[in-house]
Structures are given as C-alpha cells and as structure tokens.
C-alpha cells in the first residue's frame, strides 16, 4: 500500500520559516520524481516544486529564491524549506510522487498559514 505522509505545517507569522516533510512508503523512492503542490481556498492546485530521481530542482516563479527542495533517498522523505514566508504562501502543501507509466501517487497534505 503507497502512502505519502506530509507533516511540518502550521501557522508563522510573514517573513518565518517552516519545513515541510513527506515520507513515502509501499514505492521504491528513487524511482520517482518527488513534486510538491498546494492549493489555496477556492484556487486550483497549484505546482510549487520539482525534485528529479536524479536530484534536479524545479521551482514555480512565486517560489524561487525562497523554497528549496530536497530529497533524502535513506529516508524515503522529501523536504521543503520555505523561507521569508508570505500571507499569499497560505495554503494546503501536497506532495506527489510520479514515476514511470504515469502512476501518480498523492499525500493528504498539510495546512500552511501565514498571517499576522
């Protein structure tokens, strides 16, 4: 059974830092690109950042320069740091693995509120 389990989320206050884990298990990781997603209230999903199974980062515009991503294939666990947060970063965090034959795998995901 593939399960994406996302923690970290939480409320910060503008300009604070979190970071967000997802740990994957039932999938063999390092097959997998590891992607984060979020989804505001009543907006659509949104993509935030890619890591490759070769360790290539991908980030949305809004994010760059403030996000990083990461993997750590002993742990089967990706990472998002997120820095110098903004009340437009409010939203639920979603990871997404995406392998091979298009499986696509989705975390619950995890509540970020930014807001003073």
């Known amino acids: 059974q593939v399960q994406l389990v996302e923690s970290g989320g939480g409320s910060v206050q503008p300009g604070g830092s979190l970071r967000l884990s997802c740990k994957a298990s039932?999938?063999?990781?390092?097959?997998?690109?590891m992607n984060w997603f979020r989804q505001s209230s009543g907006k659509q999903r949104e993509f935030v950042a890619t890591?490759?199974?070769?360790?290539?980062?991908f980030y949305a515009d809004s994010v760059k320069d403030r996000f990083t991503i990461s993997r750590d294939a002993a742990e089967n666990t990706i990472y998002l740091q997120m820095n110098s947060l903004e009340p437009e970063d409010t939203a639920v965090y979603y990871c997404?693995?995406?392998?091979?034959?298009?499986?696509?795998?989705w975390g619950q995901g995890t509540q970020v509120t930014v807001s003073s």
């Open positions: 997404r693995a995406y392998g091979a034959s298009d499986k696509i795998y």
């Open positions: 039932g999938i063999i990781f390092n097959a997998y690109t």
């Open positions: 890591v490759t199974t070769g360790g290539s980062t």
